[in-house]
């Protein structure tokens, strides 16, 4: 990481914490607007500031970004520097004003949270009517030939209801389908969390859906795969790089508070605006260690031991962490399942050409693949 090249290219931005759903698996627990969210004035100067690092794509997220007052000139500001400029909302109070407006300030793209059939999105948004409001929201987008996709947070919760989610974005017009798991942050419950022995099949449904889009593409979220079969496949043979937290990516609460990735707890934030500007923060030499010094060190359990450390680093951070408390112990990874069934990897030419830049600390082998060494 030390030859890698650290700027915000994309930042992820919690505008406000106001929320107008208490939504089971919010990483954040947004609800009521903090006390010290930044002012206008202070989010236009973040934005400057953000371009003079060298940010390329900035995301207005929340709570709900849209119950903040000026996302519009936020948006705005964030073009005239040059910025593409994206939007997630869970699409409650959408209308035709409001997608108006997207198409006037011309987002590279929007988002619209969208988890389940009506009963089970309505359980998890804690609102009885936020299925339809979603719904309309989308068809609205689509109408109006706004580019947006749905971004669904799967948990034990709504896994059995993939298919019919599909079938509910097609009917709305949706042509693009971002997938992510939830994790145990926030308001979530560990016992909502997907489980173990629950994820090869998810995988199995992702992979079946990039292989038959329908009409709907699919979106891989970065919590995910990572290598061994199903993963390869499932990231169409392109190498998976890890987490870009605090390297090519930053997280930016309400109230000024700097993470790596706003997906993070509180216990990555790096400092503050108000107490030092972000440029101070984001080039401390001394920031973001989890990434930018990552060694095989950082890692523990069998993360410590793969052959695939060197690429993925333990892969997503915020997964890896509220599920073992360890930066890089990922019990989420389809090449530790599949290692532990004896199937051995299928590596592309080009990861075996990344692989090889590495001193190979275990190779596949009937040994420790316990067994048949079964391929894919």
Known sequence: MAEFKFFPQNTVWEITFACNMRCL???????????????DDETYAVIDELAELGGEMLTLSGGEPLLRKNWREMARRAIKNGMKIYLISNGYIVNEKIVEDFVDIKFDNLGISFDGTEKTHNHIRQRPDSFQRAFKAMKLMSEAKVRYCAVSQISNINVGELDDIRRLLIDAGCKLWRIQMTTDTGRMSKDFVLDLDKYPAFIDKIIEFKQNPNGI???????????????????????????????????????????????????FVEGNI?????????????????????TRETASGECYHCRYLPLCRGGCTTTSFSATG???????CIYRMEKKQGIAPCDTEMIVELLQRFEPIEEPTEANLGGGGQGC
């Open 25 to 39: 698996h919010c990483g954040t627990s947004a609800g009521n607007r903090r006390p010290d969210e930044l002012t």
């Open 217 to 267: 593409q699919v979106d891989v979220g970065e919590n995910i795969g990572y290598y061994g079969c199903k993963g390869t496949t499932l990231w169409d043979g392109m190498p998976y790089l890890g987490c870009y937290a605090g390297t090519r990516i930053l997280g930016l609460e309400s109230n000024g508070n700097v993470k790596g990735c706003l997906s993070m707890p509180e216990e």
């Open 274 to 294: 108000r107490n030092s500007s972000l440029k101070e923060i984001w080039n401390n030499p001394e920031g973001f260690k989890y990434n930018r010094k990552f």
């Open 326 to 332: 360890q930066r890089a112990d990922n019990p989420y």
